[in-house]
């Protein structure tokens, strides 16, 4: 964790000294490397038996599970949202 | 919503491939592929932002407020789960113990499958896989019905790495900070939360 944190920090850095310089494949490369990485977390999962040989049983149930946990937590944080703005304008 | 239909199709393709162990001839076993293309994707998340000449106002504009959100993430996915502990058959401590894996499945996974058994280390995988992979997926929908923040928190622990770049890219550059801070906290907490429910 530390170690990826380090590494974006690096490109932080560099990213600042080069500032001048135009960047404008920056973004089209983090999509590329983003693709490259969920297909590499693609083989791995395909590859793990222990996912593959229980999909069928648990798949459901933990397809239901992550999707309440991502609803639920949503609207957590929306209770946050929505107190923010009556916050701004008072100011 | 384009791209992130893109990013699972080439998740897909990986399965597929390597389901049908297409990939095996191409690709050599090493585990740590995927952390180095981390690594070269974060560098460039880092530059991309460190070239933004407005970055540093984008740091000053950190609320308190945002420093909740980790506890909100970790009570609403806690709640998610009790309720449905109630319906499924599964027990209220087990079901939390999935639930607070924050959909950082390696860890999660490994830890109860060692306290609770295969089956139950095999669910808190999946569970948190999905978890992982629909908020990458779903990355703008949530942010149109729930708001930039609940997108942080359906990301749960992975916002410190792999759902940032998506979380930065629907959301803004202006969510780093929240994101990050907010993937740690829930980081940090899994063990110790994981831990708690396995040995209720």
């Known amino acids: ?91 | 919503m384009k791209n992130s239909l893109l990013i699972i199709l080439c998740f897909i393709l990986g399965v597929l491939l390597s389901y049908f162990s297409l990939f095996d001839a191409l690709l050599p076993e090493n585990p740590n592929v995927s952390f180095y293309v981390l690594c070269a994707l974060m560098f460039c998340v880092g530059m991309n932002m460190g070239h933004d000449p407005d970055i540093f106002k984008k740091f000053k504009n950190i609320q308190l407020r945002l420093l909740l959100l980790p506890l909100f993430t970790a009570l609403g996915s806690l709640a998610a789960m009790a309720l449905l502990s109630i319906v499924m058959p599964y027990k209220l401590a087990d079901s939390l113990a999935v639930g607070s894996g924050f959909a950082y499945y390696s860890l999660s996974s490994i830890i109860i499958s060692h306290e609770k058994g295969a089956l139950l280390g095999t669910l808190a995988l999946l569970v948190n896989i999905f978890r992982e992979l629909l908020t990458l997926l779903l990355a703008p929908l949530l942010r149109k019905v729930f708001g930039p923040l609940a997108l942080i928190a359906s990301g749960g622990a992975t916002t410190l790495d792999v759902t940032l770049p998506v979380i930065l890219k629907t959301n803004g550059t202006s969510y780093l900070v929240p994101a990050i801070y907010h993937g740690m906290v829930l980081d940090f907490s899994v063990p110790f939360l994981v831990s708690f429910f396995c040995s209720l």
């Open chain 1, 1 to 91: 964790m530390f170690k990826i944190l380090g590494i974006m920090c690096l490109g932080l850095v560099s990213g600042y000294l080069l500032r001048r310089r135009k960047m404008r494949f920056m973004p089209v490369l983090i999509n590329i490397l983003i693709m490259v990485l969920l297909f590499i977390l693609g083989i791995e999962t395909g590859s793990n038996k222990q996912i593959i040989e229980n999909l069928d049983s648990l798949g459901g149930d933990a397809l239901l599970m992550a999707i309440s946990m991502i609803l639920f937590s949503s609207l957590g944080a929306l209770l946050l949202e929505k107190r923010k703005k009556p916050q701004k304008d008072e100011k």
